[in-house]
Nanobody, 128 residues
């Protein structure tokens, strides 16, 4: 059974940093594209960042570009999201996602429909 578990969320002041982790188990292959999405109440889940199987290709939403860094350690079946210079508008539930098949093209998919597996999410709150 595929499972994605996020950790690392919390409360931080504006300008601070957090690192989210997403640990995969149950059949997530290292060749699968993985990504981070976020959602606030009343709004649709939005794309944050994606990473290919090797980590050599990444994609970011314009709103986080230059502040967030996505990475992965396939040996640990773990993906990370380093979030720096956090802003109150970054407050959301952050969820990790994984495709269910190998993907080797670019650009990396940013739409929710591409991803087959989802974690429960972790709350990130940025105070002003």
């Amino acid at each position: 059974q595929v499972q994605l578990v996020e950790s690392g969320g919390g409360l931080v002041q504006a300008g601070g940093s957090l690192r989210l982790s997403c640990t995969a188990s149950g059949g997530i292959a290292s060749t699968f594209v993985m990504g981070w999405f976020r959602q606030v109440p009343g709004k649709e889940r939005e794309f944050v960042a994606a990473i290919n199987w090797s980590g050599g290709s990444t994609s970011y939403a314009d709103s986080v570009k230059g502040r967030f860094t996505i990475s992965r350690d396939n040996a640990k079946n773990t993906m990370y999201l380093q979030m720096n210079s956090l802003k109150p508008e970054d407050t959301a539930v952050y969820a990790c996602a994984s495709a269910g098949r190998s993907f080797y093209s670019t650009p990396l998919p940013t739409t929710r429909g591409f991803y087959d597996y989802w974690g429960q999410g972790t709350q990130v709150t940025v105070s002003s």
